[in-house]
């Protein structure tokens, strides 16, 4: 580490010192948590653009796949539900499913010509037809029980941490999906695509009832191990006892605990990514990767698989923002589809990852921990700024406008800390090599 990163690294840990110093521990481990989260998925930007170039802005997709994994595998058992229609449903999946490879083998198995585009047509809409025949009134079976607080098929009752790694299998499976239909796309239109892709994921969670409630929301999803609840902690003799003697309330000191648990946690994750994600991009595979980013041409020339090798790391930096995405919900303890925008979840990572610096992992979680906490402390301190700046005006609707407006000042913030970067560091805080 250079002695500007070491600087750089040093005045945002000073920032979260700050925060504890003046507001409270508890919030500046609350940001530092969120922080890192969005951290971990600006490292899977950062392997899909850093390394190859792909100008993916799906991110909030696969982040909402993550969500829910962790409905499927953590959420409490919905047994009626599943016996309802339970089976149906997976009968009508499988069947779809076996259609659409049936179209797939036709279409390259048959010789080109009207017989093998009426074939596949067949197939796909007797398919079609055949899924919604089953799907529809198993569907509904399903979401008639207990609509006001089930009306879905429900999950494994596992724990978290399995969920994880779940979230980032099912994002590497869409990935892959959507890999082998838009990575032959140029990087403008494969940014579209990624963006229409993202939005169809999230609007298929919101009206799919039968899948997570739509925007009902599940709640009460069980925490990661070993993280307590602060009321069983605050019910507990020995931790209150404890607690009284080093001359802490214990209400304070059971959240403080589970924020300084999930920091472990998502200190642990980050780290463990951070060292693959060194150890690929120095190896021959992660040299490869750059020369394709560099000049697919001449990679290709060398007899480089440039589409293969796309698919390849598009499927690897999904899979870490899938995981990064379970991680959000496990900590939230419910999946909310309604707070999956753009904004949050694809706009701000692209963010952290260019104020820190594409192509660079350190960057990347420099720009990830900064950003983290710009977004975060604005959105509270902006209206007091506002209040102040705006005190000598008269009553009005100026003032009233200012006032009324400040809570999107880190919007503005984000902005002219981007536009600062691009102009005075266009590679970023701290360029890649």
């Given at each position: 580490m250079t002695g500007k990163t070491a600087l750089?690294?040093?005045?945002?840990?000073?920032?979260?010192?700050?925060?504890?110093?003046?507001?409270?521990w508890g919030l500046a481990l609350t940001i530092l948590n969120s922080a890192l989260l969005v951290t971990i998925a600006a490292l899977g930007v950062n392997i899909q653009w850093g390394y190859a170039g792909l100008f993916s802005v799906g991110t909030m997709g696969f982040t909402a796949l993550g969500g829910l994994a962790v409905v499927l595998i953590s959420a409490r058992p919905n047994t009626e539900n599943w016996q309802a229609?339970?089976?149906?449903?997976?009968?009508?999946?499988?069947?779809?499913?076996?259609?659409?490879?049936a179209a797939l083998f036709a279409w390259r198995l048959m010789s080109k010509g009207l017989a093998r585009t009426a074939v596949v047509a067949g197939l796909l809409v007797g398919g079609f037809f055949l899924f919604r025949a089953v799907f529809d009134?198993?569907?509904?079976?399903?979401?008639?029980?207990?609509?006001?607080n089930a009306g879905n098929v429900g999950g494994l009752g596992l724990p978290s941490l399995i969920a994880w790694p779940v979230?980032?299998?099912?994002?590497?499976?869409?990935?892959?999906?959507?890999?082998?239909?838009?990575?032959?796309?140029?990087?403008?239109y494969l940014a579209i695509a990624t963006l229409g892709i993202a939005e169809i994921i999230v609007a298929v969670i919101k009206n799919e009832d039968w899948l997570a409630r739509g925007v009902k929301n599940i709640t009460e999803l069980p925490r990661p191990w070993p993280v307590p609840y602060e009321v069983d902690l605050q019910a507990d003799p020995g931790f209150v006892e404890t607690a009284t003697r080093w001359g802490m309330d214990p209400r304070t000191a059971s959240i403080t605990l589970v924020d300084l648990l999930y920091l472990l946690l998502f200190g642990t994750v980050l780290l463990i990514v951070?060292?693959?994600?060194?150890?690929?991009?120095?190896s021959p595979w992660g040299r490869m990767m750059r020369a394709i980013r560099d000049n697919e041409v001449s990679a290709a020339a060398m007899g480089k698989d440039v589409t293969g090798r796309h698919l390849q790391v598009f499927i690897l930096g999904s899979a870490v923002i899938g995981f990064a995405g379970a991680m959000l919900t496990s900590m939230d303890g419910q999946l909310t589809p309604g707070t999956y925008n753009p904004l949050a979840f694809t706009f701000l990572v692209w963010v952290m990852v260019i104020v820190g610096g594409s192509?660079?992992?350190?960057?990347t979680v420099l720009g990830g921990l900064l950003i983290g906490w710009l977004w975060l402390v604005v959105e509270n301190v902006g209206p007091n700024i506002m209040q102040v700046l705006t005190a000598p005006m008269p009553d009005g609707w100026l003032r009233d406008h200012l006032l009324g407006s400040a809570q999107h000042m880190r919007l503005l913030t984000m902005g002219v800390i981007l536009l600062l970067v691009l102009r005075f560091s266009p590679r970023g805080l701290i360029p890649e090599k």
């Open positions: 750089l690294f040093g005045a945002v840990a000073c920032l979260y010192l700050g925060t504890g110093f003046l507001q409270s229609g339970g089976l149906g449903i997976f009968l009508a999946l499988v069947l779809g499913a076996l259609a659409a490879i009134p198993n569907v509904m079976a399903v979401e008639a029980v207990n609509p006001q979230g980032g299998l099912l994002a590497a499976a869409v990935a892959w999906a959507i890999g082998k239909t838009a990575l032959g796309l140029r990087s403008d951070i060292w693959a994600s060194e150890r690929a991009l120095h192509g660079n992992n350190l960057g």
